[in-house]
């Protein structure tokens, strides 16, 4: 009984309440006819002046459009208006700026390590250079080079750079195809 006398006494208003149940209630027979043509005559009257208000915001909503079209106005305009005010926003936050200064920040330790792995590189290379190993290797090419260059062009040809080797060694293949000097000599004594 208790909990029935509780129940009728809540303060709290129907809303947030079963929806359905509240739409189900017949009030009706609560009221009197007074009440129920007081309150029908105040349906009618809240009914007409949420239609005139829309009338009214579509009137206002008409006026604003033809305003932006005097003034040049388009909405590619407000687009990029609205986008310039969200940028600048979102680069004035807080969020923004501690994110720009820590991306910064690893984008110059990235940069570092770069130049260090870059570095260390380099001086692997100069190492490896100056090992016994490619020294060995440096000596046996250079060796190759010149056992080369006296089998294709003569012994006349001592030193030069691999350019010159490669140089000379297109030119005796291309007169040794051509028939070479001697073929050329040839023919000059049978004229």
Not at 24 to 31: G, H, T
Not at 34 to 54: F, Y
Not at 74 to 96: R, V
Request: proline letters at 2%; hydrophobic letters at 30%.
């Amino acid at each position: 009984m208790e909990a029935q006398a509780q129940g009728l006494l809540e303060t709290e208003p129907l809303q947030g309440r079963d929806d359905d149940a509240v739409a189900s209630a017949d009030f009706s027979s609560m009221l009197s006819e007074e009440e129920k043509e007081e309150l029908k005559a105040e349906l009618v009257q809240l009914e007409d002046e949420i239609t005139t208000l829309r009338q009214v915001l579509s009137a206002k909503e008409r006026h604003l459009v033809e305003i932006k079209q005097k003034l040049g106005m388009n909405l590619m305009n407000e687009l990029k208006q609205n986008f310039s005010k969200s940028w600048h926003d979102m680069q004035t936050s807080t969020a923004y700026k501690k994110t720009h200064e820590t991306l910064s920040h690893a984008g110059q330790k990235a940069t570092a390590a770069f130049s260090n792995v870059g570095t260390a590189i380099s001086k692997k290379f100069g190492d490896m250079r100056n090992s016994p190993t490619f020294k060995s290797f440096e000596e046996r090419v250079e060796t190759t080079v010149t056992s080369l260059k006296t089998k294709v062009g003569g012994s006349n040809h001592s030193g030069g750079s691999f350019e010159e080797v490669l140089s000379s060694t297109a030119h005796a293949s291309a007169q040794s195809s051509a028939g070479g000097p001697r073929r050329a000599e040839e023919e000059e004594l049978q004229c």
